[in-house]
């Protein structure tokens, strides 16, 4: 609208006023004059410590368990996942080791996935590594052109210490996981995961993820490449010191 125009308008508005008297005042002042602008939404408040605690339910581990990928099966890697959040003041949760186990000895295979509750998982500063299970994996289209959220800028030990990662020396950022991308176990004849974490062998072999993202033109979090071998200095050979995910089930 050109301005003597809208002049002219917000006058007879006013004229208006004055000749229908006070019962027409509230409407013929809105008619005179602008809308006012709308106040801008409030920012949300940052997180406080305890609410950054209530919600610490991811980590990679600080260190490996000290033989290799054996960890003593599933329950031994549990039991170092617990270990070290109990040692931060997390050990009223229940954590689990992101691993898959492959079927054997009668055993049916188990999928790291499903191990891992459903989400939301926060690391120890209080960001969102994933939303969901879906979200981690990148179940739908979606989900797997976004990503999820772990990155070397996210993934740090339950001590709140960045983990070393391609560039750093020594480079530890292979993670053991025994899975395939989309978080289950393998289902063909050859070894994944070091007989199921009971082996330190030179000649077996465990499937690991990068979670800086980098390296070996496979940047899969969870699925990057096997092993070679599964002793401490095979893993440390690899790019690797033998750390685990852990995620709270609750």
């Not at 002049?7 to 008619?31: D, F, K, M, N, P």
């Not at 790291?112 to 209080?126: E, H, K």
Request: with cysteine; aromatic share 6%; proline share 4%.
């Amino acid at each position: 609208m050109k301005p003597i125009l809208h002049a002219a308008r917000i006058h007879v508005a006013t004229c208006l006023c004055a000749a229908l008297g006070a019962s027409a005042l509230s409407s013929c002042a809105q008619t005179a004059a602008p809308a006012a602008a709308s106040a801008p939404p409030a920012a949300a408040s940052a997180p406080t410590p305890a609410e950054i605690a209530q919600r610490f339910s991811f980590f990679v581990t600080s260190e490996g368990a000290g033989k290799g990928a054996d960890l003593g099966g599933l329950a031994g890697a549990d039991a170092h996942c617990q270990k070290l959040a109990s040692a931060a003041g997390a050990g009223s949760k229940t954590w689990h080791a992101y691993l898959s186990t492959q079927a054997a000895n009668g055993q049916a295979a188990v999928n790291a996935r499903d191990r891992i509750g459903q989400g939301p998982w926060y690391n120890v500063r209080g960001a969102v590594v994933a939303k969901s299970l879906s979200h981690l994996h990148g179940d739908t289209l979606d989900e797997a052109r976004l990503g999820n959220n772990l990155s070397w800028a996210t993934a740090f030990t339950e001590k709140n210490e960045a983990v070393k990662r391609a560039g750093d020396k020594p480079n530890e950022h292979d993670i053991l996981t025994g899975s395939l991308p989309d978080g289950r176990a393998f289902s063909d004849a050859a070894d994944h995961s070091c007989k199921n974490y009971t082996s330190s062998a030179v000649d077996a072999s465990v499937q690991v993820g990068h979670f800086d993202r980098t390296g070996g033109g496979n940047t899969s979090w969870n699925s990057a490449h096997a092993s070679r071998g599964c002793g401490q200095p095979n893993l440390v050979a690899t790019g690797g010191a033998g750390l685990l995910y852990c995620f709270a089930v609750n």
